[in-house]
């Protein structure tokens, strides 16, 4: 069964550092996201991406975030100067035009 | 700006009962109504898709119904088991203007524990 999948699992980083994450949503969607748990909070949408372009973005998702789709597969999220605040987890998902998402396994990140 | 809440935040019961959890959100122009399940730590899994259009959808001992009049829907979890020990999480997504559905909102999640 298709699925999206994310790496690393677990990323440790120090404040102040850029970290990527990467995602590959399931080949044939054509809608990507990406959101973000808090530990103990709940799901936060940060951003979409469709037709190569951010359709939409939370306040959360501001100029030290960035999103990239470099090729047919991958999907990726950027923070430029991780702050202690950034630890969570970070879960990308992708669907199809009827909008069931399908969510990755998520990435922890942890700002030290 | 759409605000989904869920109710109970958590419920513990026996193996075998029949369960509802409930979800209510405040702008009835969504796009569709998902749910899913999160065991702890791990990624979130989807139950049960409802289109705006659509009442309820049924997926084994699972039944989803939405009332976008009232912004409220409703997961029905028949002869519960312990593997059902999970959060469970309502969302509601807009429709984009390019088509499709834009980003999720959250409901903080009923945290449910099924007594063996």
């Known amino acids: 069964e298709p699925e999206v999948t994310q790496t690393p699992s677990h990323q440790v980083t120090q404040m102040g550092q850029e970290v990527i994450l990467r995602c590959v949503p399931i080949s044939n969607h054509l809608y990507f996201y990406w959101y973000r748990q808090i530990l103990g909070q709940k799901v936060e949408f940060l951003v979409s991406?469709?037709?190569?372009?951010?359709?939409?973005k939370s306040e959360i998702f501001d100029d030290q975030f960035s999103v990239e789709r470099p090729d047919g597969s991958n999907f990726t999220l950027k923070i430029r100067s991780t702050k202690l605040e950034d630890s969570a987890m970070y879960f990308c998902?992708?669907?199809?035009?009827?909008?069931?998402?399908?969510f990755g396994q998520g990435t922890r990140l942890t700002v030290v | 700006k759409q605000e989904v809440t869920q109710i109970p935040a958590a419920l513990s019961v026996p193996e075998g009962e029949n369960l509802v959890l409930n979800c209510s959100f405040t702008?009835?122009?969504?796009?569709?109504l998902q749910w899913f399940r999160q065991d702890p730590g791990k990624g979130l899994t989807s139950l049960l898709l409802?289109?705006?259009?659509?009442r309820e959808q049924t997926s084994g001992r699972l039944n989803a119904s939405l009332d976008k009049s009232s912004g409220r829907s409703t997961l029905y979890i028949a002869a519960s088991q312990p593997g059902d020990s999970a959060t469970y999480l309502c969302a509601a997504s807009r429709r984009y203007s390019g088509g499709g559905a834009d980003g999720l909102t959250f409901g903080k999640g009923t945290h449910l524990i099924i007594q063996p």
């Open positions: 998902a992708s669907s199809d035009f009827d909008g069931e998402a399908f």
């Open positions: 991406f469709y037709n190569n372009e951010i359709s939409e």
């Open positions: 702008d009835s122009a969504i796009y569709n």
């Open positions: 409802i289109q705006s259009s659509q």
